[in-house]
C-alpha cells in the first residue's frame, strides 16, 4: 500500500442485516486493496473511523507530547477492531460499533484524505446544514475583516 494517496467525496453504501458493506471500488483501489483494515469508534463525532494498516500502525506507535491527543491515542490502540476486506472491497461492520454510529441499512463513507469516516447519513445530513441567516453572519463577519 501506498500513503501517496487522498480519499476525498462521499459515496451512501448499502448496508446488510449483516453489517456487510463495500469500500467503494475507487477507494479501495486507491489504498492499494488492502486485506486487513481497522474500525474504531471516532473520539469527536458519533462516527467510525476506517483506518488503513499502516496509517493505524504509524498513529498508535507515534510519540505524543499532548496529554489529551496521547489518551485519545491509547483509548484508539485499546478499542479498534482489525477488519478483514475481502478480494471485492467488502468489510463487515461489527453491530456494537453500528449501534454506535446509529448506521442501519446505508452508511456514508466521506473521505478524509488518509482515512474513511463512516456515518448515519441521516445524522450526517441534519449535522452539517447551515441555516441561511448563520450564512448571512458569517459572511459578514468576512466581509468586514
Known amino acids: 500500500m501506498t500513503s501517496d494517496f487522498a480519499l476525498m467525496g462521499r459515496f451512501d453504501v448499502d448496508v446488510d442485516d449483516g453489517g456487510s458493506a463495500f469500500i467503494p471500488f475507487e477507494w479501495y483501489d486507491e489504498m492499494g486493496k488492502p ?6 469508534s471516532d473520539a469527536h463525532e458519533r462516527c467510525l473511523d476506517l483506518i488503513p494498516k499502516e496509517l493505524f500502525d504509524e498513529y498508535v506507535s507515534s510519540s505524543i507530547a499532548d496529554v489529551e491527543e496521547a489518551a ?3 483509548r484508539v490502540r485499546r478499542e479498534a477492531r482489525l477488519v478483514k476486506v475481502d478480494d471485492s472491497g467488502q468489510i ?10 446509529g448506521i ?3 452508511v456514508a463513507m466521506v473521505g478524509s484524505v ?5 456515518y448515519n447519513p441521516d445524522m450526517l445530513a441534519t449535522g452539517n446544514e447551515i441555516s ?5 453572519r458569517m459572511l459578514d463577519v468576512f466581509e468586514g475583516s
Do not use: G, H, Q
Request: charged share 30%; glycine share 0%; aromatic share 6%.
Open 114 to 118: 488518509r482515512l474513511i469516516k463512516l
Open 132 to 136: 441561511s441567516a448563520d450564512l448571512e
Open 104 to 106: 442501519n441499512d446505508c
Open 72 to 74: 485519545i491515542r491509547d
Open 35 to 40: 486485506k486487513v483494515v481497522y474500525l474504531v
Open 92 to 101: 463487515n461492520i461489527d453491530m456494537n460499533l453500528r449501534v454506535f454510529a
